[in-house]
């Protein structure tokens, strides 16, 4: 049986898009989904057809799609920050999501309550135990790399102060 995987976020987004040099915003349908075993945490967006929500109403599929799906994985992110001054639709923030592979302009109307979690599943805290075994691991290296050293140095015939 498969799957089906329920999105940590959704609803309407607006994208920066350029067409002959010329900036307008997209309308889209987004949907945040963290990463696990059935796939990887990503932002995927469709364009909003007009008319309002999909079939019956139904939030889960939200508005109409039309065009083909957008997906920004949250791996590839550099960052998320917030973007003031920037000529955005009425009532929104803007927001900038940079990957390895290009920048990504979005604006919302409450663009924190997308921030927040955009972040939180690009840049996982790293659990403090974690932490620790990450730091011994480190100095274990750094002590191994330093007899290696010495050992060279003796079997040059040189001193580990250089004379």
């Known amino acids: 049986m498969e799957s089906v995987e329920t999105p940590v976020k959704d609803g309407v987004l607006y994208q920066q898009h350029m067409k002959f040099g010329k900036k307008y915003w997209r309308k889209v349908w987004a949907l ?3 990463g696990g075993p059935s796939g990887v945490a990503r932002l995927e967006s469709w364009d909003v057809r007009e008319g309002g929500l999909g079939p019956a109403g139904d939030r889960s599929t939200g508005p109409g799609r039309r065009g083909e799906r957008r ?3 949250l791996a590839d992110c550099v960052s998320v920050l917030p973007v ?3 000529s955005c639709p009425r009532d929104t923030g803007a927001f900038l999501i940079t990957t390895t592979e290009r920048s990504h302009l979005l604006a919302a109307q ?3 309550s997308w921030m927040g979690p955009i972040c939180q599943l ?3 805290l790293r659990n403090p135990q ?3 075994q990450i730091r011994m691991h480190a100095l274990e290296k750094i002590k191994q790399m330093r007899r290696i050293s010495s050992s060279k140095e003796e079997t040059e015939g040189l001193s580990p ?3």
């Open 32 to 34: 945040l989904y963290a």
């Open 71 to 73: 997906v920004i994985r």
């Open 84 to 86: 003031d001054g920037e």
């Open 110 to 112: 409450h663009r924190q």
């Open 122 to 124: 690009a840049f996982p």
């Open 130 to 132: 974690n932490e620790s």
């Open 161 to 163: 102060d250089g004379s």
